[in-house]
């Protein structure tokens, strides 16, 4: 049982380019989410989905899309990369939308945007 | 201003010592509140929930308080050991968000 698996762990980018950033689960949750990590500050969602097919933007969306095609993958895309997006991304699955629900994370991605 | 406030930013203690994380929040209305470890590299990991009802929780060596009225929960590290080095967040959930705070950075030295 792996989890929440994230690939890749490192990226080096050039502003203005684009990328994937993978994320899947075997866990069969519903609830799949994607985190940004800066420091000195709390981690921030992004992008969020509580099914196949349903996706919502959260507190930080600008710049980054998300799709949802099955249970298990919710890949992060990012269109055109600035250095601004340069920081650490979790993706996390729970079981259900309730939260009280524990959040099962990924290792991270490590993104430095130049 | 961030509804989840942590302290200390960082805390450095000897292996063997206790020690305790502070967490305070605004969050309104309040659902739960969970502690979570973070190892270097890694995701954050679960350790304990708390509700409105609870006012401690033990998980092993941690043990968690929340104190609803003031919005106050601590996190009490018995007998620490090399492996409790980490960051340690708090999450604070009304009935629709989670608000996470920027954590503790925790090292056990020997």
């Known amino acids: 049982n792996a989890g929440v698996t994230q690939t890749p762990k490192f990226q080096v980018l050039k502003t203005g380019q684009s990328m994937t950033l993978q994320c899947a689960q075997d866990m069969n949750h519903e609830y799949m989410s994607w985190y940004r990590q800066d420091p000195g500050m709390g981690l921030r969602l992004i992008h969020y989905?509580?099914?196949?097919?349903?996706?919502d933007q959260g507190e930080v969306p600008n710049g980054y899309n998300v799709s949802r095609s099955t249970t298990e993958d919710f890949p992060l895309r990012l269109l055109s990369a600035a250095p601004s997006q340069t920081s650490v991304y979790f993706c996390a699955s729970s079981y259900s939308v309730g939260f009280r629900e524990k959040l099962f994370f990924g290792s991270g991605t490590q993104l430095s945007v130049l | 201003k961030n509804q989840v406030e942590q302290s200390p930013q960082s805390l450095i203690i000897l292996e063997g010592k206790n020690c305790t994380l502070q967490?305070?929040?605004?969050?309104?209305?309040?659902?739960?509140l969970r502690w979570y470890k973070q190892d270097t590299g890694r995701g954050p990991v679960s350790l304990t929930i708390?509700?409105?009802?609870?006012n401690t929780k033990s998980n092993g060596r941690y043990t968690a308080t929340l104190d609803a009225d003031t919005k106050q929960s601590s996190l009490h590290i018995t007998a620490s050991q090399l492996s409790d080095s980490a960051s340690y967040i708090c999450?604070?959930?009304?009935?629709?968000?989670?608000?996470f705070g920027a954590g503790t950075r925790l090292t056990v030295k020997p």
């Open positions: 989905s509580v099914g196949a097919g349903i996706t």
């Open positions: 708390m509700t409105f009802s609870e």
């Open positions: 967490c305070n929040y605004t969050v309104s209305p309040f659902s739960n």
């Open positions: 999450v604070v959930s009304d009935f629709n968000d989670m608000r």
